[in-house]
């Protein structure tokens, strides 16, 4: 069992930057690739980054060249490093942790574990 507790969301302007956290517990972090997703109201839950163990990283289109996927595997966290945000970034963001450390999957369905979820909103 792995649980997943995001921070870092708010309310930033256009242009602005946030970096969420997502501290994990339980079982060994280095075990699990990590993605981070969101939803904005009324859509789908959507890729936006994930990380293998190794450190192997992969972006959804949308975010490649402004957002930055890492991970501490010693502070068994990881983060999502988000510039230059849009309104249309605005969305809860969710990370999640896939158990085939290796893997740098865009499914959602991949992802055993899940946070909460954290607000980000980005006002025009």
Sequence with gaps: QVQLVESGGGLVQAGGSLRLSCAA???TFSNY???????APWKEREFVATITWSGNT???DSVKGRFTI???N??????LQMHSL???DTAVYYCAADSIAYRATIS???YKYWGQGTQVTVSS
Aim: no cysteine; charged share 35%; hydrophobic share 25%.
């Design 33 to 39: 690739a990590m993605g981070w997703f969101r939803q």
């Design 86 to 88: 849009k309104p249309e």
């Design 58 to 60: 992969y972006y959804a």
């Design 108 to 110: 959602p369905d991949d």
């Design 25 to 27: 517990s339980g079982r």
């Design 70 to 72: 890492s991970r501490d």
């Design 74 to 79: 010693a502070k068994k966290t990881v983060y």
